[in-house]
């Protein structure tokens, strides 16, 4: 019997150009879908056929209310061997093994830098000036000499931490469980507190996993302290930034301006007013979405898929007893 596969959410249509999925096309259909289904009813409607389903991080969650109405579902296999927005424990009940994928290492980072960088010089704006038939319209700044204040100094934040000390600034960094020789190992100072940092930032980014502690940390007392100097990159996660205060903070003039790739909606409704929000720059949650990273996403997947169907799951996060 042919076991049928989805991979959801292909945005750029080309999840099947990024693996060989050789070793599944003679015992598998595989479906691809390149558009986003946020209704619950319509989603469960759709995916009711499927034995088998890949998802793009966290883009469409799995929750009990959705797990339950799949009773085909055998295998869920997401990029990354961790989802918040997957409910294991449902996944489980409900007799679902999942499954993880390995990750790129670099690629949001490096979008932090690019947020950060045009920002700074106004690449962007100057970008559009150029493209209306104009010439030199807005002066940049300098990043040689800023002060980065960095909201969580994990991985992501020692190598966006990295870049800025090559560029030459001064790097400050603060999280709830930072010590000072966690910082000084990546060249850092550490804050005593997120006010703190803050209140000496020129530049703050964020790169924290969302939780309770997290989610909401960035208010209208976190931007006041940032200042009309200061920029907001957040390449983490939406929530942990009051969307609210935020776009209070850039009507008013309160803060520098802000580059966002992450939202609390996604994708971000096209009427959103962030998208009209004046001395924000915006990218569609492309943090992680390069080629080289693609590559490693849809290779594991197809391999975590032939393995569970021939009896041998591999690269599993949760499973049934």
């Known amino acids: 019997m042919t076991t049928k596969i989805a991979l959801l959410d292909d945005y750029q249509n080309v999840a099947l150009s990024m693996a060989d999925w050789s070793a599944l096309r003679a015992r598998a259909e595989i479906t691809c879908f390149d558009d986003h289904e946020a209704d619950l009813d319509a989603l469960a409607a759709r995916l009711a056929p499927f034995e088998c389903i890949g998802i793009m991080r966290e883009r469409t969650p799995f929750p009990a209310a959705l797990m339950e109405r799949l009773p085909n579902l055998r295998l869920l296999v997401t990029t990354g061997m961790r989802n918040a927005s997957v409910d294991l424990e449902a996944a489980v009940g409900a007799g679902v093994t999942v499954c993880g994928t390995g990750a790129g290492n670099t690629a949001t980072a490096e979008l932090t830098w690019g947020l950060i960088l045009s920002l700074l010089r106004q690449i962007h704006l100057n970008h559009a000036v150029m493209r209306a038939g104009g010439w030199q319209d807005h002066i940049g700044l300098d990043v040689a000499g800023k002060t980065l204040g960095l909201i969580g100094l994990g991985r992501l934040g020692a190598q966006v931490a990295r870049v800025g000390l090559a560029f030459g600034m001064k790097v400050v960094a603060w999280s709830q469980n930072l010590t000072d ?52 990159v957040n390449t983490s996660r939406g929530p942990i930034v009051d969307e609210g205060a935020l776009l209070a903070a850039l009507e008013a ?4 301006g802000a580059g966002l790739d992450v939202y609390d909606t996604e994708p971000l409704p096209a ?51």
């Open 253 to 256: 003039g309160t803060i520098a």
């Open 271 to 321: 009427d959103h007013p962030l998208r009209g929000a004046p001395n924000l720059l915006l990218s569609p949650h492309v943090g992680y979405v390069t080629q080289e990273t693609y590559e490693v996403f849809y290779a594991d997947m197809a391999g975590v898929m032939a393995a569970f169907l021939d009896g041998a799951p591999s690269r599993v996060i949760a499973a049934p007893g």
């Open 181 to 232: 020789e966690r910082a000084g190992e990546i060249g850092a100072s550490r804050a005593e507190s997120l006010q703190a940092l803050l209140e000496v930032a020129d530049i703050a980014t964020i790169h924290l996993v969302l939780s309770n502690r997290s989610r909401g940390l960035v208010g209208a007392a976190e931007l006041a302290a940032l200042g009309p100097a200061g920029y907001l």
